[in-house]
């Protein structure tokens, strides 16, 4: 007979190995959840390039109609795109996109960051008699395309929860509709909650001036969405209430069943889509080791603000907390960079100035956090900097794409250290499936072969396409190896089951600590943060787990064994890592930043001309002036004429601005001409240091 503590003993150790099978059968089934999904993706995708085939498109979705034309308004739609909005040529969908707008139909428009959904919506609006609503969840977003269409001579008002003046000019306009009013955006409360925005509303509608209801960043309508707002569940009332009226909603990220979702609740089943990729071509992502010292990762990015953008091109600098956007953007001014923070302790009136002040080109850093998102407009952002990991792909995607949304090159550098994990972990372990999203971007981060846009197509479910040598890992990748390290995962499996039998509680840091003590005995010498990343790497394969306690203060991650544990213990799984051989990473940047444009000296004059123009119209961004496109263009096709001018940026700016873009091009050229005989050499490039960028006065000299 076995004595009771014998058989206590056998019933913890079953207990325990039932724990570890129920483990596994949970991997196991979320792996098949993962599996089927990613199935019926592809059964779609499958579906839909079929359909593509055969009507001979190329793009990843289209829709079964013919949107190309001709229609009867092609030259009308022509002559306002060039000469009201100044765009020479349309960017994939739009032209379609419009097409069926003006047919009277719903559309739903999936399109990337950047991609120009506003001209959309926006170049109908001006078309059609009567007039148009937007729907715009924020009132930074508002205000800037209100300040944009207005530079451009587009009747424009809103309606916001702030009350002001003009409301009374705008509900008059709703009412008479006499054209002195073209596009009308207002916040979804308006819809929802204002009796009275609605009721002056139907008035316009009975007189059949409601001629267009856009939707803008409606992926906010949809509780599957990244950003769900409340006020935009009640948005259907617009089609129930004016149901001959067209919609049009438009967004940057909707999956599948986000999509289906948004036709649902807008009550537009039968409208035409149109699905863009997600690919930003333009953009180069590029992940760099993030150095223990908080210092060396400022003089890092100082270094390459300067270097790479010494003509105050614009950038954001994304961090963790409000305190650490606070420190770095100190930190930077310290080294000489216009950087200033931007998080949501600040008043309203401060984040105003702030944002107004980098929108103006008088900051160049904002340094922020995710607060500073989606207000945010600005067109000609030439890099985004992580100082921290995000959260998950969806939002590094979004942030990132904040960069280049001119369609010009720009950069994406994200510094990863893997200390960053358990600070981003504690903070979304409680949110649904925050882990297992943290998880695919420090997958992203931890990969130093994996092309970084090959990335983004799997996890937006997306056929793979090219990318052109525009990541780091394919840039330059040949000096990674992978290195077999079961030995080491071994041990550090076995020292936290010696913790773990002494009840210690331990963080990845402290096992890091206490694996580099212990592993020289092992085999090849791992690096200090080669360790670190082995424990992630081990935490991303199920050998170990995060678990999570809190204190009165904080939630603190420890590590601990996880399912797969038992296997790496007993040598039935074999733990390899990625580990770069020589080349540092600021080699690597280097090298990288050939794709970097050069700014001539006429683009930067022409930079300074659009910021004084901008301050002396008053109430404009100098990106509404001259885009950066309009900017390159001029410095290269040097026009000498309001012809020629009229030709590159349309009828409109011409008239406004024509003679002092012709006066500054012809004093430029000259003074060019004038500093080439006199320092006998040609010319010089946008990237010198900024002491010697050469300013107005020292030309004149
Ligand atoms: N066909 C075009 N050619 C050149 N520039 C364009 C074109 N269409 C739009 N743009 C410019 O591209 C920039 C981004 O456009 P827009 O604001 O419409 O992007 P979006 O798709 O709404 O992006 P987000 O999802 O970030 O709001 C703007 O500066 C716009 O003027
Ligand atoms: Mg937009």
Same mark, same amino acid.
């Given at each position: ?101 003006? #047919? ?192 060396? !990762? ?240 081990? !935490? ?83 990106? #509404? ?77």
């Amino acid at each position: 007979m076995r004595s009771k503590n014998e058989l206590l003993g056998e019933l913890q150790n079953v207990e325990a190995e039932l724990q570890n099978v129920q483990d596994q059968i949970k991997i196991l089934l979320d792996e098949q959840e993962k599996l089927y999904e990613r199935k019926s993706e592809l059964k779609a995708l499958l579906e839909e390039s079929e359909v593509s085939r055969q009507l001979n498109d190329d793009g990843p979705s289209a829709s079964l109609e013919n949107w190309t034309g001709p229609f009867e308004w092609d030259s009308r739609v022509d002559d306002v795109r060039f000469n009201v909005f100044g765009i020479s040529s349309y960017r994939a969908n739009q032209r379609e996109i419009i097409n069926a707008v003006m #047919s009277n139909r719903d559309v739903l428009v999936i399109m990337a960051a950047g991609g120009g959904k506003s001209l959309c919506y926006q170049l109908p609006a001006v078309l059609l008699d009567g007039i148009t609503i937007v729907v715009s969840p924020l009132i930074s977003l508002i205000q800037d395309q209100v300040m944009g269409l207005t530079a451009l001579g587009v009747p424009t008002g809103m309606l916001t929860s702030t009350n002001s003046k003009d409301d009374k000019f705008i509900y008059k306009a709703l009412e008479k509709c006499e054209g002195k009013l073209k596009i009308l955006y207002v916040t979804p409360e308006k819809i929802s909650k204002s009796k009275r925005f609605m009721s002056k509303l139907e008035k316009c509608h009975h007189a059949g001036c409601l001629s267009l209801i856009a939707i803008d960043e409606a992926h906010c309508c949809s509780q599957w969405g990244h950003d769900f707002r409340p006020d935009y569940k009640n948005l259907s009332i617009l089609k129930t209430q004016f149901p001959n009226v067209p919609v049009i909603a438009l967004t940057a990220t909707a999956t599948r069943k986000v999509q289906l979702d948004l036709m649902e609740m807008l009550c537009i089943p039968k409208c035409v889509k149109f699905v863009s990729t997600v690919n930003r071509p333009n953009l180069f992502y590029m992940v760099l080791e993030k150095s223990s010292v908080g210092k060396v !990762v400022i003089d890092e990015i100082a270094e390459f603000i300067n270097r790479s953008y010494p003509n105050n091109e614009s950038g954001i600098v994304y961090c963790f907390s409000r305190r650490e956007c606070e420190q770095v953007a100190r930190e930077l001014q310290e080294r000489g960079i216009k950087a200033h923070y931007y998080h949501a302790d600040m008043d309203a009136k401060n984040r105003e100035s702030v944002h107004i002040g980098w929108s103006s080109g008088n900051l160049q850093v904002i340094v922020g956090t995710v607060a500073f998102g989606m207000g945010i407009n600005k067109p000609d952002v030439r890099f985004v900097i992580h100082h921290s990991l995000s959260k998950s792909m969806e939002t590094y995607y979004q942030e990132s794409g904040r960069a280049g949304r001119d369609g010009l090159p720009a950069e994406c550098l994200l510094y990863y250290r893997p200390a960053d994990v358990p600070r981003q972990s504690s903070m979304v372990f409680y949110e649904k499936s925050g882990l297992q999203n943290l998880y695919d971007i420090v997958r992203y981060c931890q990969s130093m072969r994996g092309c970084r846009r090959v990335a983004f197509f799997r996890h937006f479910s997306e056929p793979l396409q090219d990318c052109d040598g525009m990541c780091d890992n394919c840039a330059c990748s040949a000096e990674v190896r992978e290195v077999d390290v079961s030995c080491h995962a071994k041990a550090v499996v076995s020292l936290l089951q010696d913790m773990q039998e002494i009840d210690q509680s331990v963080t990845i840091l402290q096992l890091a600590d206490k694996m580099k003590v212990k592993h020289k005995e092992i085999g090849p010498e791992l690096k200090k943060n080669e360790i670190e990343q082995l424990i992630i790497q081990l !935490v991303l394969d199920h050998v170990l787990k995060e678990e999570f306690q809190h204190t009165a203060y904080a939630t603190n991650a420890y590590v601990a064994l996880g399912p797969l544990a038992e296997q790496v213990l007993h040598e039935k799984k074999v733990v390899k890592l990625e580990i770069s051989s020589g080349q540092d990473d600021k080699a690597r940047s280097i090298k990288c930043a050939k794709q970097r444009p050069m700014a001539s000296k006429m683009g930067i004059w022409l930079d300074e001309l659009r910021k004084e123009l901008a301050s002396v119209h008053g109430g404009i961004f100098p990106h #509404s002036v001259l885009s950066a496109q309009q900017i390159a263009m001029l410095a290269d096709q040097k026009p000498d004429s309001m012809q020629q001018l009229e030709m590159i940026i349309g009828k409109v700016k011409t008239e406004k601005y024509g003679n002092r873009i012709l006066e500054e091009i012809n004093r430029s050229e000259k003074s060019e001409d004038l500093l080439h005989s006199v320092m006998g050499h040609g010319h010089e490039t946008g990237r010198t240091s900024k002491k010697m960028k050469i300013s107005k006065g020292a030309v004149k000299i």
